[in-house]
């Protein structure tokens, strides 16, 4: 069973970095596609980017506009979604996602991670 | 990127209806459409993959059907706990589009 465990909710402050993470378990990991979806609050889905750990590729969300950096530690099964200067508008439920890189959409979920970006 | 256009954005029905919800592309998308489910304060979850096709585990009250431009997700008899949000999802393009959402509330 693929499964997917995000370190614990975020309080920053507009300005600070931060770096949340998404640790994957199950023979697919390090072949799959894992992506980072953010829901800001009250609102809907939207993908950031993607990393495939077997070779490191990256993709991006224009609308992301370089603000966000996607990585991953393949020796410790894990991928990271990092921001140097927050703002206020980061704040959002961030959620890593993992899927086989054949179009039948995100199949496993990590439970979300809540990023609080208040002064 | 492509654009997606759920409607309605929200509906109300009652357990036992039979409930459809439309997703249309901004573009050719072909079968490469997604639709998941998210219940309040819970992750998302693949209810169907490639269109039409079913995620293990899923009750077969759910179905999807299109291609092209114009899905739709039909749940045959709404169930308590299908209360609940609807996204759909292109996987045509690099970058993955959703729909705004679809909220089914209860009448």
């Known amino acids: 069973e693929m499964q997917l465990v995000q370190s614990g909710a975020e309080v920053k402050k507009p300005g600070e970095s931060l770096k949340i993470s998404c640790k994957g378990s199950?023979?697919?990991?390090?072949?799959?596609?894992i992506g980072w979806v953010r829901q800001m609050p009250g609102k809907g889905l939207e993908c950031m980017g993607f990393?495939?750990?077997?070779?490191?590729?990256?993709r991006y969300s224009p609308s992301l506009q370089g603000r966000a950096t996607i990585s991953a530690d393949k020796s410790i099964n894990t991928v990271y979604l990092q921001w140097n200067i927050l703002k206020v508008s980061d704040t959002a439920i961030y959620y890593c996602?993992?899927?086989?890189?054949?179009?039948?959409?995100?199949?496993?979920w990590g439970q979300g991670t809540l990023v609080t970006v208040s002064s | 990127d492509i654009q997606m256009t759920q409607s309605p954005s929200s509906l109300s029905a009652s357990v036992g209806d039979r409930v459809t919800i439309t997703c249309r592309a901004g573009?050719?998308?072909?079968?490469?459409l997604n639709w998941y489910q998210q219940i309040v304060g819970k992750a998302p979850k693949l209810l169907i993959y490639a269109a039409s096709s079913l995620q293990s585990g899923v009750p077969s009250r759910f179905s999807g059907s299109g291609s092209g431009t114009d899905f739709t997700l039909t749940i045959s008899s709404l169930q308590p706990e299908d209360f609940a949000t609807y996204y759909c999802q292109q996987s045509y393009s690099t970058l993955w589009t959703f729909g705004q959402g679809t909220k089914v509330e209860v009448k």
């Open positions: 996602a993992g899927a086989d890189g054949s179009g039948k959409g995100f199949d496993y």
């Open positions: 990393i495939h750990l077997g070779g490191s590729e990256t």
């Open positions: 573009q050719s998308i072909s079968k490469n």
């Open positions: 199950g023979y697919r990991f390090t072949s799959d596609w």
